[in-house]
């Protein structure tokens, strides 16, 4: 990767973590975090994945009150594109840090490939 290409992707992910801590404005009302609720009560831990970085989801999470029905935030790897959804490797980790297979998860997306 080029120096330019490598300062570009440093300055969005910057630019992406200080964007996420401060635009951020608390839910209106709370059907997530009471959907959020049930599955943790149920034992279905919750895992989030994204293409964003993970100090901006937690960001995120926090001003929601969300943060604590999820078990694992896993966020972008710092500027290496090529390891981002759709790349598996980020949803692999997530597994791992729960300790299940696939077979055991279910994957929401909230985009079309």
């Known amino acids: 990767m080029s120096a330019l290409r490598f300062t570009t992707v440093r300055v969005r992910c910057e630019h992406r973590q200080r964007a996420g801590r401060h635009r951020t404005r608390p839910a209106q009302n709370n059907q997530p975090a009471t959907a959020l609720?049930?599955?943790?009560?149920?034992?279905?831990?919750?895992?989030?994945?994204?293409?964003?970085?993970?100090?901006?989801?937690?960001?995120?999470?926090?001003?929601?009150?969300?943060?604590?029905?999820?078990?694992?935030?896993?966020?972008?790897?710092?500027?290496?594109?090529?390891?981002?959804?759709p790349n598996p490797e980020p949803i692999r980790r997530a597994m791992t840090a729960l300790n299940v297979e696939s077979t055991a998860c279910v994957f929401i997306g909230d985009s079309l490939f």
């Open 37 to 85: 609720a049930a599955r943790t009560r149920a034992g279905k831990p919750i895992t989030i994945v994204s293409n964003n970085s993970a100090p901006a989801i937690e960001a995120y999470l926090s001003t929601h009150r969300l943060n604590g029905h999820i078990a694992y935030v896993v966020g972008r790897a710092y500027a290496q594109p090529e390891r981002m959804k």
